[in-house]
């Protein structure tokens, strides 16, 4: 069981590190932002298995930072990646 | 080689794959990405170094403020990037490679002739836990055997919040640090900071409380706030507080304070400086942990703002 | 009970894999931001259900389970939400160029 | 409006005892945690009116799992078959929800249906992008849209 | 191996609670100031600082009262789980030395940075990190454990940068940036080496680390890489990019400050690395190393220091130069037992230290007021500035005096201690080093001199009010450093009895005229400005002799301005960094 | 064991890789980037010594745990404040470079200022 999730969790790395590639090369920055999503789903997914492989129960509460911290990461690119396209009608009135 | 050590090797190049990328992609917008990607995936070595205290700080302060702290700096210096024309020329480039290299190799070195069986602290951390009765060795080494460095962390987060606010414009001192988020109102920005704030508060106390006997604490707890925080400022739900806030102040020193407090009453009254009475360390800490945490979320979330940029009602 | 765990957990994770597999490879087949999104959005998303989904059989004990489930639907609420933030933002810098 | 808060603080404690379990030496955490997140919640989102439906909800959870896994699937068939069987395209869709909450939940729920994602509004109409946009996207998001009010939203 | 005695450090004695109050009463100054903020930041400071100086002046007492250093273990934790203070003679002078020159430059900066009724930026951010330095430094001198002294460094820089963009000015703000940014790549090298000690011994305590530390490959690199980090922290040539725009642009307190104080810090690190931590270990290449590099320091220091034409700049670079003087003592210390011997020398090098600490930063002060007086620091815009404002110009002139190395000053009795060291050793190529950084010193104070005491033919607009206490306090500072010398210092520091008799022996003149002398004659060959002395007599006919070795000697210190401003870019100032850690190692390896 | 090793050596190329970043990007911004990369690449080293030094039923010796959660704070510090004065920088110059602040630029030519 063990050996099966190891592969398991280094399968979906190997995925996510693709995924990562091909996002981060672009085009554009939306591309980019994609990035901290592919990460919310598949770093969780890493975590884990790899909390149940390693059998460290607190794993998941990383899992769940990290849920919580890459919504955050996500939220913030497209906040400040688009802030001059006006993304959602959030730019920001600076104060000049 | 068994599944484990390829899984590692597999872990640790990805990693190294996206430090790579970070260091060497042209724009700094693709590389502060590259960035926030790296920090939030170091969360997982941290893991499988069994060191979960360490992965949720790295996962919650390195990866993720950190990484947003770069990423709007990255998008506010979009436009001076075409100003910088001093790149380092390919001399440079190929010295700072190979000094680079044989100090990362000299570095290697010594961390593989270390002593095996290497010298550790863990058996007297654990055999001392009774003192503070947590179950948790890494907050008892935090909150007891080293406190110092705890509290004097606690006053460096301070003083980079003074230092941030002394880049403040004189006209603007006393003011709203950052600038003032507005967003639809109908938006699915505002729907998520309407949503998930509650959310992330309970597991930020979660996680803070838990720190007592299991990995969390006040750090990570904070961060999570903090990004609760921000994220209510960024939808326009929120504002930051004025930097001439009584309040706030207090909230920004409560957590060094108590520490302070506490450690001189046990000069005063307890055997030593930052000793805690047996029976009274549990709720001793968690009171100190519990100012942190307040202190921790509103430093996080104030260092991120930046310096004071306008008056109230700009 | 241990055996069919196991075999649940097999089969879940080994699911969850191809989901995700099939996600990255719309990463790196579909031709523009916006169906690139498609794939990121809801392959991960299932392939994290069925990851989750397999491991519930491990999880040590009930509490972990929700908590697994738990981490799940933050997930999908963060994914959709932010999924559509990000079509947003391409659709008006697609506009924009 | 206290109903509505203790419902709120219910469903606060759920997830605390899913976070922590049931220990009564973590009461005052669980309290200061719950009182917390209850005040922000309803600071940051008022209470809403509507009645709500438990069968509703539960068909609505279903209707929801059923589509993600087909969405996912979908996905997946697109993307490995090797022709790449795509049209994409926008698509726009006349909603009855009023703008705001009600609205965001709905196009959180159907970015997860099968090949759309929600891009915006335009013109008081919510504005898709699909894979394909010879599917019938308009009559599915009018379904999910009744099964929504149905759950939630039946003023 | 030291076989396990029972240790004397590892229990608090009597007196121990004052190391805690040293550090703990700034930084409950800095908490409560921030706190109540406003007007009450200065007063604040204003009541704490009599404390600590009280806390000071208590170590001092009770230090030689008690048998070896002080001890307090932290929570009663002793090392290696918990953290230990220790207070011996050096940390308890370096005490003494920081309360005093924060005393004075709050005495001084009471003015500049006064508080009106509403709270503004300047003086509010002053205020507290002027508590915050002197908080970090007192752990940094009494920490007993690596990694607190690692936060203790980040605290101080965390205090300092700050410290040097008070005045917002583009200029200052990409100063701070670049010693913000060259402090955290110094420290990210300590942090390395702190783990790898860790992962050797288990340990970061001091005394136990110095019990275990043997000449193990890890334990090289590791003292290599904290040795270099701290180097950078402390601006040692070349690793000085950062320092001369820092220093000369903050404001005169702030410059005080961080010259005369805070790069005492990482300064004194180093010296607790290699003369409490390993003392064995570095060998004598690496020792040798080091005091080239201060050579170095001392050599380019200068020479560029008397090619500025503004006067905070070449006070600034002569920080450069001093600095490199104090690393003098590492070469000297070691000794036929292959260690660096505890002796002669780190009591020089240490007596240095705090003759410059109290000198530079009564220099700065002199230097800002007389700044704020003009309006302008040109060095040739001087004339007739001691008529104006005589009592700066005099504590500037007594600072100088005592840092060339006169009797009774504490730069003459380090300087002796350590030419008595390189004579016991037989590294004679030192005494040659001593006595050019005692005439390069004169120089530029000779050169400063020269041009305030110098008639000016127009009267010299007042742009600021001058107020007498303000000038007071570089005035009592820069005696302190001048009669350092009286100061029963063998109580603290390792100085052999018949020192102090020898201030009063004979063939003083030949050593108070010779530094001084060899000033004029370098202030003259190497200075590009127009000279009040080239006017004089005795000048004009030096001048007609030379004129073609000045031009020589104007032709090297060019070009030893452009090679310094070569060195002071980025990317090869931190080469230099790696390069220089890796030959440390290198180095030390070849030794064991 | 073989785990360990491989993030050591990890560890050291991430200290490799920032440092060369820190010496050759001329951006402040990505100099800083790269401070990071070498910082997490020191608390990896934290890390692998406190997983070599597992004991009394701990997977990592809690020591160098709370010396790098401790380091992991002191870093994000050193990033806002270095972010902030960038930032300021860039809002009074209009740009971030780091160069030509040479102050020996003012005293080597005696004429000018």
């Given amino acids: 069981m063990t050996e099966f999730l190891t592969a398991a969790v280094g399968f979906i790395l190997a995925m996510l590190a693709l995924g990562l590639v091909s996002i981060l090369r672009g085009p554009g920055d939306a591309d980019r932002m994609m990035a901290m999503q592919l990460i919310g789903t598949g770093g969780i997914a890493t975590l884990l298995l790899l909390g149940t492989v390693a059998s460290l129960p607190a794993a998941i509460d990383v899992a769940l930072t990290l849920a919580l911290l890459a919504t955050f990461a996500s939220i913030a690119f497209v906040k400040k990646g688009l802030s001059s396209l006006d993304a959602d009608g959030t730019a920001p009135t600076e104060p000049k | 080689m068994s599944i484990a050590t390829i899984f590692e090797i597999v872990l640790a190049a990805v990693v190294l794959g996206l430090g790579i990328w970070t260091i060497v992609v042209r724009e700094t917008y693709s590389a502060t990405v590259g960035f926030v990607a790296y920090g939030l995936l170091v969360a997982l070595i941290w893991v499988r170094l069994d060191a979960i205290d360490v992965a949720l700080t790295e996962a919650a302060i390195g990866g993720g403020l950190g990484g947003v702290l770069l990423l709007g700096a990255a998008a506010q210096l979009r436009d001076s990037e075409p100003a910088v024309t001093d790149a380092a020329g390919n001399a440079v480039r190929v010295c700072a490679a190979i000094l680079s290299a044989l100090t990362a190799a000299t570095l290697a070195g010594a961390v593989l002739v270390l002593p095996d069986p290497a010298p550790t602290l863990a058996p007297a951390a654990v055999s001392n836990a009774w003192a503070t009765s947590l179950a948790n060795p890494v907050t008892n080494v935090l909150m007891a055997f080293r406190a110092m460095d705890t509290m004097l962390e606690k006053v460096v987060l301070l003083l980079a919040i003074i230092g941030v606010w002394s880049l403040a414009p004189d006209s603007a001192w006393g003011g709203h640090p950052g600038p003032r988020h507005q967003a639809d109102p109908h938006g699915v920005l505002v729907f998520l900071a309407r949503l998930l704030p509650p959310i992330g508060i309970v597991v930020g106390i979660y996680v803070l409380w838990t720190g007592a006997n299991h990995p969390g604490g006040a750090f990570q707890g904070g961060a999570i706030l903090a990004a609760m925080w921000l994220l209510a400022i960024m939808a326009g739900l929120a504002d930051t507080p004025p930097v001439s806030s009584r309040r706030l102040r207090l909230i920004l020193v409560a957590g060094p304070g108590l520490f302070l407090v506490v450690g001189i009453a046990g000069l005063l009254f307890g055997s030593a400086f930052l000793s805690y009475p047996p029976a009274q360390a549990k709720p001793l800490i968690l009171a100190i942990e519990v100012a942190m945490i307040l202190t921790i979320a509103a430093t996080l979330g104030l260092l991120l703002a930046g310096a004071p940029e306008r008056r109230t009602g700009q | 009970m241990s055996l069919l765990g196991d075999i649940i957990t097999i089969v879940a994770v080994s699911a969850g894999a191809f989901f995700f597999l099939a996600g990255t490879v719309g990463l790196l087949r579909f031709p523009d931001t916006l169906t690139r999104l498609h794939a990121l959005t809801k392959a991960d998303n299932l392939g994290l259900g069925l990851v989750v989904l397999g491991l519930l059989p491990q999880a040590a004990s009930l509490r972990d389970g929700f908590k697994l489930v738990s981490i799940w639907l933050l997930g999908l609420l963060a994914g959709a939400t932010v999924s559509q933030l990000i079509a947003r933002a391409a659709r008006q810098g697609e506009s924009a160029r | 409006m206290a109903l509505k808060a203790a419902s709120r603080a219910a469903w606060f404690l759920c997830l605390w005892l899913v976070l922590a379990g049931a220990d009564p030496a973590d009461i005052p955490a669980a309290a200061a945690a719950i009182a917390a997140a209850t005040w922000t919640s309803l600071r940051l989102l008022e209470p809403s009116t509507a009645r709500r439906s438990v069968r509703a909800i539960g068909q609505l959870v279903l209707l929801f799992l059923y589509h993600s896994v087909v969405a996912g699937t979908d996905v997946a068939r697109r993307a490995l078959d090797p022709r790449l069987p795509l049209r994409p395209g926008f698509v726009a869709y006349p909603t009855r929800l009023s703008s705001g909450i009600r609205r965001n939940v709905f196009t959180t729920l159907t970015s997860l249906l099968p090949g759309t994602v929600p891009t915006g509004e335009e013109n008081g109409q919510l504005v898709y992008h699909c894979l394909d946009v010879e599917q019938p996207v308009v009559a599915e998001l009018a379904a999910e849209e009744a099964a929504l009010v149905r759950a939630l939203y039946n003023d | 191996m030291l076989p396990p005695a029972p240790a004397p450090d590892a229990a608090t004695t009597t007196s121990g609670f004052l190391l805690v109050l040293s550090i703990v009463v700034p930084i409950a100054g800095v908490l409560l100031a921030f706190v109540l903020g406003g007007r009450y930041v200065r007063l604040v400071a204003h009541t704490i600082i009599p404390f600590g100086v009280a806390i000071a002046g208590a170590i001092l007492l009770a230090l030689p009262q008690n048998e070896g250093p002080l001890v307090y273990l932290l929570g009663g934790w002793p090392p290696p789980l918990g953290v230990a203070l220790r207070a011996d003679g050096p940390s308890a002078v370096m005490l003494a030395t920081t309360a005093i020159v924060i005393c004075a430059v709050a005495i001084y900066a009471a003015a500049d940075f006064s508080v009106p009724a509403a709270e503004t930026r300047a003086p509010f951010a002053f205020w507290i990190l002027l508590l915050a330095v002197w908080g970090a430094l007192n752990t ?316 000016s033919d127009k009267p010299i607009a007042l742009a600021g009010p001058t107020s ?102 980025w990317p090869a100032a931190s080469m230099c960094l790696l390069l220089l850690a890796l030959l440390l190692g290198a180095l030390m390896c070849v030794a064991t | 064991m073989s785990g360990v090793t491989v993030f050591g050596l990890c560890a050291a190329a991430a200290v490799g890789l920032g440092l060369y970043g820190l010496i050759t990007n001329p951006q402040p911004l990505r100099k800083i980037i790269a401070f990071n990369l070498l910082g997490s690449g020191v608390f990896l080293l934290f890390g692998v010594i406190g997983r070599r030094g597992a004991a009394a039923g701990m997977g990592n010796d809690p020591v160098p745990q709370a010396l790098v959660i401790t380091g992991v704070v002191v870093a994000f510090s050193a990033t806002a404040l270095a972010i902030a004065l960038v930032l300021r920088l860039f809002q009074t110059t209009g740009s971030t470079t780091l160069s030509n602040a040479a102050p020996s630029g003012t005293g080597s030519n005696p004429s000018g200022d």
């Fill in chain 5, 140 to 455: 940094i001198f009494l920490g007993g454990d690596l990694f607190t002294l690692y936060v203790a460094l980040e605290l101080l820089t965390f205090a300092a940068v700050p410290m040097v963009s008070l005045d917002g000015r583009a200029e200052t703000l990409r100063s701070a940036l670049r010693y913000l940014l060259f402090a955290l790549l110094g420290s990210v090298f300590y942090l390395v080496g702190t783990a790898l000690l860790y992962g050797l011994h288990g340990t970061l305590d001091i005394v136990l680390l110095s019990r275990r530390v043997g000449a193990e490959p890890a334990a090289l690199v590791a003292a290599a890489l904290m040795t270099t980090g701290l180097l950078a922290k402390s601006a040692l040539f070349p690793l000085h990019l950062w320092l001369p725009p820092a220093h000369a642009g903050a404001p005169a307190a702030a410059s005080a400050i961080l010259s005369g104080l805070v790069v005492k810090g990482s300064f004194f690190i180093v010296v607790r690395l290699w003369f409490n931590v390993l003392p064995g270990l570095p060998g004598f290449a690496a020792t040798q190393l080091l005091g080239a590099l201060g050579a170095a320091a001392i050599v380019v220091g200068s020479m560029v220091a008397l090619r500025q034409e503004r006067l905070k700049l070449l006070i600034a670079y002569s920080t450069l130069a001093q600095i490199g003087y104090l690393f003098l003592m590492f070469p000297l210390a070691y000794d036929a037992s292959g260690r660096l011997a505890s002796g002669d020398a780190l009591a020089g090098g240490l007596l240095q230290a705090v003759s410059h600490a109290t000198a530079k930063a009564a220099m700065f002060m002199a230097v800002g007021s007389i700044y704020a007086m003009l309006g302008h620091d040109r060095i040739t815009g001087l004339g007739g500035v001691a008529r104006a404002s005589p009592l700066n110009v005099l504590a500037f002139a007594l600072g100088g005096i005592a840092l060339m190395g006169v009797p009774l000053s504490g730069a003459y009795l380090a300087k002796d201690l350590l030419l008595r060291s390189a004579n016991e050793n037989g590294q004679w190529w030192w005494e040659i080093v001593l006595q050019a950084g005692g005439m390069f010193t004169a120089a530029y104070v000779v050169l400063v001199l020269a041009h305030a005491l110098a008639a």
């Fill in chain 5, 468 to 569: 007498r206490i303000r000038d007071a306090a570089p005035l009592v500072l820069s005696l302190c450093s001048l009669l350092l010398g009286l100061v029963p210092l063998g109580l603290y520091l390792p100085i052999p009895s018949d020192m102090t008799s020898s201030l009063f022996g004979p063939g003083i003149l030949s050593k108070l005229l010779l530094p001084v002398l060899g000033g004029v004659v370098i202030a003259i060959l190497l200075s590009p400005w127009p000279h009040p002395l080239a006017s004089s007599t005795s000048g004009k006919a030096i001048m007609t002799g030379a004129t073609r070795v000045r031009r020589g000697s104007l032709a090297l210190g060019y070009l030893v301005e452009r090679t310094d401003e070569a060195l002071s870019q």
